[in-house]
């Protein structure tokens, strides 16, 4: 069945989680829909989404891939740089920690001089 609260955006990538799901559109804008208790839905919250809401933590970036992982997720920015978002356990966010997150989180370990590695 067709996802209509996507209607008037063009989906150029999708990925689909344990129990989310996130798309790209046209305009680079990540949306994601689903199970949000860990976090993975990056809206700041531990809540689901029925329906596809934008992730607003990437306004003003252009992401051109993402994934969905069991309970986490990472996205690619056109400038090269990762986020993740979600469960940590186990260090799989790349933060150094095992703390979730509930808002994309760029992985610093690639940042040097200023640029992304």
């Known amino acids: 069945k ?4 996507l209607t ?3 989906v150029v990538a999708v990925s689909a989680g344990g129990n989310h799901s996130l798309t790209i559109t046209a305009d680079g804008a990540v949306w994601s829909w689903g199970y949000g208790g860990s976090g993975q839905l990056g809206h700041g919250d531990q809540q689901f989404q029925l329906l596809p809401k934008k992730i607003e933590a990437f306004a ?3 992401v051109v891939a993402v994934l969905a992982g069991a309970y986490y ?3 690619l920015t056109a400038n090269g ?3 993740t978002w979600g469960k940590g356990a186990f ?7 095992q703390q979730n997150q ?3 989180k760029k992985i610093e370990a690639w940042v040097q001089a200023g640029r992304e590695v």
């Open 2 to 5: 067709k996802v209509e609260a």
């Open 8 to 10: 008037g955006q063009r």
């Open 60 to 62: 003003g970036l252009r």
């Open 73 to 75: 997720c990472l996205a």
């Open 81 to 83: 740089a990762v986020f």
């Open 91 to 97: 260090g799989c966010l790349g933060h150094g920690d």
């Open 102 to 104: 509930l808002l994309p």
